[in-house]
């Protein structure tokens, strides 16, 4: 739906430049996300190849600039390209939500100073893991080429492995199946959540591809 939309405007400057500052934003999120991962997973403080905070802040101006010249366009061109207005918002959005968790997996090395093991669940959080990371790689070619049947598959999947994995591990350890340290239970929980919320902005994303704007986040009818 958004390739559709988007090829009617691809002359116009102030749409162009905002695609290719999510484009932008996407190839940082995946930056920061697989090195906030690295911090959390195998160092036993928060120290990063990278300043996070730094960069999120960069993230947060993208999204406003992109606003800005999705707006401009709007109020000079009308409501006749309302539609793809909104759904380069919507995107934006989605991105930059990314980015915040990709932080909040940054910050909670800072708390728990230790390299995070799953211990009993690790099996379960590397496979949530590696699935996550492969869903936001794949996301993000879903989305710069348009490729309508990536996305259907990404969004298949999220519903069926990922969503529910993710909170298989958070009922495990509510539940009592599971017996670790309260503050590694926490930061398991938490990281998992993480994860999952990554992969559900993912998922927004390339429905954005096959879905109108109406329905940017609900699988396709």
């Known amino acids: 739906m958004f390739k559709q939309i988007f ?11 905002a695609l290719e500052e999510c484009h932008e934003m ?3 999120d995946l930056m920061m996300f697989q090195e906030s991962i690295h911090v959390l997973r195998n160092k036993d403080n928060s120290e990063s190849a990278i300043d996070i905070d730094k960069t999120d802040k960069k993230i947060n101006k993208f999204e406003r600039s992109v606003r800005r010249k999705v707006m401009t366009h709007l109020a000079v061109s009308g409501t006749d390209d309302l539609g793809s ?12 939500r990314i980015g915040d968790y990709t932080k909040n997996i940054y910050d909670l090395s800072k708390y728990y100073t230790k390299r995070l093991n799953g ?12 699935k996550v990371i492969s869903l936001f790689q794949n ?24 969503s529910k994995q993710s909170d298989k591990i958070t009922n495990d350890i509510i539940s009592g199946k599971v017996h670790v ?13 993480y994860l ?26």
């Open 181 to 193: 340290d309260a503050d590694t239970a926490t930061a398991i929980a938490m990281y998992s959540r």
């Open 139 to 162: 996301s993000i070619k879903a989305f710069k080429e348009q490729d309508i049947d990536l996305a259907r598959k990404i969004m298949k999947d999220y519903k069926e492995d990922v």
């Open 85 to 96: 207005g909104l759904i380069l918002i919507s995107v934006v959005t989605d991105i930059e």
């Open 26 to 28: 996407l190839d940082i």
């Open 7 to 17: 090829n009617l405007f691809k002359s116009d400057s102030l749409y162009v430049q």
């Open 119 to 130: 211990n009993e669940l690790e099996d379960d959080l590397k496979v949530v893991e590696e």
């Open 196 to 221: 999952k919320r990554i992969a559900a902005h993912s998922r927004n994303l390339i429905s954005s591809v096959v879905n109108p704007f109406e329905r940017i986040g609900y699988k396709e009818e």
